[in-house]
């Protein structure tokens, strides 16, 4: 230990506080060798002696007697201490229950509205397929043939589910996101382009899904992604599906065309 | 005859009702004296004030405003004692909080500079430096009056620190509390505090010395 270390610690060396054993062996070791360290530590060691002489003395000494009345006499003054009255306030409960009240009333409009003005917006994955046709409606109160009552009284007999092989799970799994290659669409009056990304294409911002959305773009936008335009047509739109992420960002596009117009 | 037997029972109960309170922590009295209760604030009062009228002193050396914080800080307790926050700190820091700020209030309103030289303000230990007693007495007398004046001289934020923590005995995290700051801070100014301290010892212990071997000799002398 040197004499800076020693410096550090002497206050404390002094004031008797708890140290390692190695640090206060080290220190009395070098206290023993140094004098002016030794000298420094006597000198602490008396200034503590004197602030605690100076606490002793100064432990008998109190404020006169006038103070506590004084507090006293302003303490039975019935404006100083409120006594607290164990009433319970309700205001912040009813407070709480009309604004969620309000909340839900608004939430309820909200949704009406959106719902009866929502645009009509051709998606495609909600087009039908041939596979899975229109389910014809029938009335609520028709009647029911014979031959179908005594089903209809059965109860509702859910499909065995059938174990999916490897490669069938790995073409569903695939579906999801990654982009069909020239093939038909689901609808099957249809034929598309692939996919091109539109920017960068993350494919883990689509873990989490996405959705296709039909919308019409001007001929020309094809001319962008390198496809020949027939520019005696270039004023009409074309159909085309976008491709959006979870967040609504627009991460790929394929232009669609009617088998008709082929 | 039953006027008196009611006035001791009414003293009996209130005595039972103190004893009660006394094992009452600190932050309960103060819940029950925010409530009304006298003997709450009474006794509050009784565990408090010393160490605060000390501190007072100590940081002032002066009586009279020691005992106007005194009064101060309680009135203070009994007007906004709900701003008191049990996670902050204990009740008793939270007072040495208050006491800290109105003696520093009275120092920059006042415009108080304590003199030491002329030592005309001095009256809570004239009687300890006039008091006849035998040689060591009196140099332990002088010794205690040099160490007090010497406090008294450091800058305000060395000052209270070595009253907290030397004076008071309260641990570095209680003055740490109670001075708003980290205990490193405390630890680093104690240090620093002890240094201007054993500075403006040293000449007058040396002045001491050199009279104790003065006395030694004559008393040789006279041999």
Request: net charge neutral; hydrophobic share 40%; proline share 6%.
């Amino acid at each position: 230990m040197n004499c800076q270390k020693f410096e550090s610690l002497a206050a404390e060396l002094a004031r008797g506080e708890m140290m390692e054993v190695d640090v206060l062996v080290d220190a009395r070791a070098h206290e023993a060798e140094c004098a002016n360290c030794s000298s420094r530590l006597r000198d602490e060691e008396m200034l503590s002696r004197g602030l605690h002489a100076l606490a002793i003395e100064m432990n008998s000494l109190q404020p006169s007697a006038f103070v506590e009345e004084r507090l006293l006499a302003t303490f039975r003054q019935p404006s100083i201490v409120v006594p607290i009255t164990p009433t319970r306030n309700y205001r912040p409960y009813w407070l709480t229950a009309v604004a969620a009240i309000l909340l839900i009333v608004v939430g309820l409009v909200a949704m009406v509205w959106r719902g009866s003005d929502k645009p009509k917006v051709d998606f495609a994955v909600n087009q039908p397929t041939p596979e899975q046709p229109n389910e014809i409606k029938t009335p609520k109160n028709a009647a029911v043939p014979e031959r179908d009552k005594s089903v209809a009284s059965l109860p509702p007999q859910t499909k065995p589910k059938r174990h999916l092989n490897s490669r069938e799970l790995q073409a569903r799994n695939s579906r999801t996101i990654r982009p069909e290659s020239a093939v038909t669409n689901h609808a099957s009056n249809e034929v598309a382009t692939d996919f091109m990304p539109l920017g960068y294409l993350n494919p883990a911002s689509l873990q989490d899904g996405g959705q296709i959305v039909r919308v019409e773009v001007p001929r020309t936008t094809m001319a962008s992604f390198g496809f020949p335009v027939n520019m005696d047509r270039y004023n009409e739109r074309v159909k085309a599906d976008v491709l959006l992420g979870v967040d609504g960002v627009p991460h790929a596009i394929r232009f669609v065309q009617d088998k008709r117009s082929q | 005859m039953t006027a008196g037997r009611i006035t001791m029972t009414a003293v009996l109960k209130s005595e039972q009702r103190m004893k009660a309170n006394i094992e009452l922590s600190d932050a309960e009295l103060l819940r029950r004296m925010m409530a009304g209760d006298e003997e709450s604030f009474t006794l509050l009062y009784k565990r408090r004030h010393p160490s605060i009228y000390r501190f007072a002193l100590q940081m002032s050396g002066s009586q009279q405003l020691a005992e106007d914080v005194t009064h101060d800080v309680f009135l203070f307790l009994m007007k906004d004692g709900r701003v008191f926050d049990p996670s902050r700190g204990s009740v008793s820091s939270f007072l040495f909080g208050v006491a800290r700020n109105y003696v520093l209030r009275r120092f920059r309103g006042d415009q108080m500079a304590v003199q030491f030289a002329d030592g005309e303000d001095d009256e809570p230990f004239d009687h300890m430096a006039n008091e006849p007693s035998p040689l060591e007495d009196l140099t332990k007398a002088e010794m205690i009056e040099n160490v007090r004046r010497a406090v008294l001289s450091l800058p305000e934020r060395y000052r209270e620190v070595v009253v907290l923590c030397e004076l008071q005995e309260l641990s570095y995290g209680e003055t740490a509390e109670i001075l708003g700051c980290a205990i490193g801070t405390v630890r680093s100014r104690l240090h620093r505090a002890r240094g201007l301290l054993l500075a403006k010892l040293r000449p007058s212990r040396e002045q001491a010395e050199s009279v104790s071997s003065a006395v030694v000799e004559s008393a040789r002398c006279f041999a």
